[in-house]
């Protein structure tokens, strides 16, 4: 039998009263309040403290190596030849030793004969006193004129005079023959030469160029706005481009400023150490220390650069993170110096990069190596606030 359209209509009906009840139940079987899930954490992580300690401000400055003083040696001794050089460039000297030799056997030969002139006007000189004594003795006789006894007197004088001038022309040769050792005026550093055996000496002719007692100083460029921090006796520390670091001091401050770039210099002494890469005549950078302050630090894996800014994440009370702008100051190590953060602030660690702000983490104690890094870290801050008590008293 066919189905009719009435059938299919009741039929309809049947299956639509049908899906309401399953519907209906469905809903009623549903609890009337669910709990929200929990939030899940994104990481987990390791925070810090700001650890505090005594850092020295620091100004840093670029300038080049120069000697302490240079001091131009050359003949004294005029017309004669070179012998002997006896030192290079590099030698380390001493003050009078000799550098070069010039050839001395005319020198030798005037030395002689001024010698031998003396010895004569000595000769005439004994003659001289002779006679004189014997006119002495006879004047009181009449056995000698009055003119002659004078005569004897005053060859006694000339006698004399004559031998004092043998003896500065002895003097002086002598003086020319030692003038044919070129010697050093004082310790130092040989940084040139230019004397050649066989070529003539001229007086005032360089021969030698010597770093007087092998000084060495920075003559470093600071602006003028930080003048005012720069005093005699800071100590500074170099870098050379090698990387080697050479401590100094601040010896003194030029007392005029450059009108074009308007920086001064500070003339700083080294101190290298033997063999050290620094030379005269290089550029290099460094470092003034000004002062000493207290700072916060922070590991320098906790402190992020985000959009031109430095920031850290910092652990709230419930267990998210925040995004905090803090000023970075001055790196030593492993730490730097934050500014615009509280001393009792929960820092991320590590990690931080790969959080956002409201993020929810999961902090765990820190592992025992980093825990025992951190304790070394802040008892060397002590220390150092102690060291510099003792300073202070």
Known sequence: ???????????????????????????????????????????????????????????????????????????ELGGVALSQVLVNVGDTVKRGQPLARLVDDTVRADVAQAQAALAEAQAALAEARANAERARALQQSGALSAQQISQYLTGEQTAAARVQAARAQLDAQQLRLRKT??????????????????????????????????????RAEVPATELPKVRPGQAVTLVTPAGTRVPGQVRQVAPTIDAQTRNALVYVDLRPAP???????????????????????????????????????????????TQLKVEAGQRQGERVEVRGLKPDAR???????????????????????????????????????GVDAKAAR
Request: no cysteine; proline share 6%.
């Open 275 to 321: 063999g050290s890469d620094v030379r005269a005549g290089m550029f290099a950078s460094g470092e003034l220390a000004l002062s000493r302050r207290a700072v916060l630090t922070l590991p320098a894996a906790a402190v992020l650069l985000r959009e031109g800014f430095s920031t850290v994440m910092v652990v709230g009370p419930d267990s998210k993170v």
């Open 181 to 218: 050792q070129v010697l050093a005026p004082d310790d130092g550093v040989v940084s040139a030469r230019s004397a050649a055996v066989g070529s003539v000496a001229q007086p005032g002719l360089e021969l030698f160029r010597l770093i007087r007692q092998g000084r060495l100083e920075w």
């Open 347 to 385: 820092v991320v660690d590590r990690g931080a990069a790969f959080l956002a702000d409201g993020d929810t983490v999961q902090v765990v104690d820190a592992p025992p190596a980093a825990a025992a890094a951190a304790s070394r870290q802040a008892a060397a801050g002590r220390e150092a606030q």
């Open 1 to 75: 039998m066919k189905p009719t359209s009435r059938n299919l209509s009741v039929l309809a009906v049947a299956l639509a009263a049908a899906g309401l009840g399953i519907t209906a139940l469905s809903v009623r079987s549903q609890p009337a309040n669910k709990a929200p899930a929990p939030a899940r954490a994104a990481l987990t992580v390791t925070t810090v403290q700001p650890q505090p300690a005594q850092w020295t401000q620091t100004l840093a400055a670029n300038g080049n190596v120069a000697a302490w003083q240079e001091t131009i040696v050359g003949a």
